[in-house]
């Protein structure tokens, strides 16, 4: 079946950093999203990209559909203490069997440097 | 705006237990989906509903069962628990139109199977 493949599994930032985390894929997805999971809580929505090659920015969030539509990338400029979480990268597809289908990657775990 | 609401936040099984997992939605979303979470495995679809009266397996659905009566209400049933069925487990909305991706999750049900 399809899966995605996201890196790093987890990093570590201090404060001020960029950071910087992608999904890759065997599959062409038609759409990509982020996700940020605080402790305890559900994943929340960040970015949603619908064509290939589209970059788009939600504050300090910058994130980026592939030009083969297999992979998406996640940039965060200048971290600070509140972005720690999980990341999840998740694509959307048409799939023979079950239609629409969205896939979700293992996370990225954001812990801050002590 | 309540969102989407699920209950029991915790619970505690013992093995061969039943129980419902509750899932409530008020956005009128005709997409519901049930995950379960477990480390390093990111969300893995259990069952999903495109509407009331649809419902449909997804990747993991063995030793639960759904039902959706109504447009706001999806609860997930564990038929007889297990050890494996330990986990946090997510229920999701969202508009069907434009694709299912854009999904809004509850916080989260946390089940321990002894």
């Known amino acids: 079946g399809q899966q995605l493949n996201q890196s790093p599994q987890s990093m570590f930032i201090q404060e001020g950093e960029d950071v910087s985390m992608n999904c890759t894929s065997s599959s062409i997805f038609n759409t990509w999203l982020w996700y940020k999971q605080d402790p305890g809580e559900g994943p929340v929505l960040l970015i949603a990209?619908?064509?290939?090659?589209e970059l788009t920015s939600n504050g300090r969030l910058t994130a980026q559909f592939g030009i083969t539509r297999k992979d998406s990338f996640l940039n965060i400029s200048a971290s600070i203490p509140s972005d720690v979480g999980i990341y999840f990268c998740a694509g959307q597809l048409m799939d023979m069997e079950y239609g629409n289908k969205l896939v979700f990657g293992a996370g990225t775990i954001l812990r801050v440097k002590s | 705006n309540a969102g989407v609401t699920q209950t029991p936040k915790f619970q505690v099984l013992k093995t061969g237990q039943s129980m419902t997992l509750q899932c409530a939605q008020d956005m009128n979303h005709e997409y519901m989906s049930w995950y379960r979470q477990d480390p390093g495995m990111g969300l893995r679809l259990i069952h999903y509903?495109?509407?009331?009266?649809?419902?449909d397996q997804g990747e993991v659905p063995n030793g639960y069962n759904v039902s959706r009566s109504t447009t706001e209400d999806f609860p997930l049933r564990l038929l007889s628990a297990a050890p494996s069925q330990t986990s946090v487990y997510f229920c999701?909305?969202?508009?069907?139109?434009?694709?299912?991706?854009?999904?809004?999750f509850g916080e989260g049900s946390r089940l321990t199977v002894l």
């Open positions: 990209l619908y064509k290939a090659g």
């Open positions: 509903s495109v509407g009331a009266g649809i419902t």
């Open positions: 999701a909305s969202s508009y069907t139109t434009g694709g299912i991706g854009e999904l809004f």
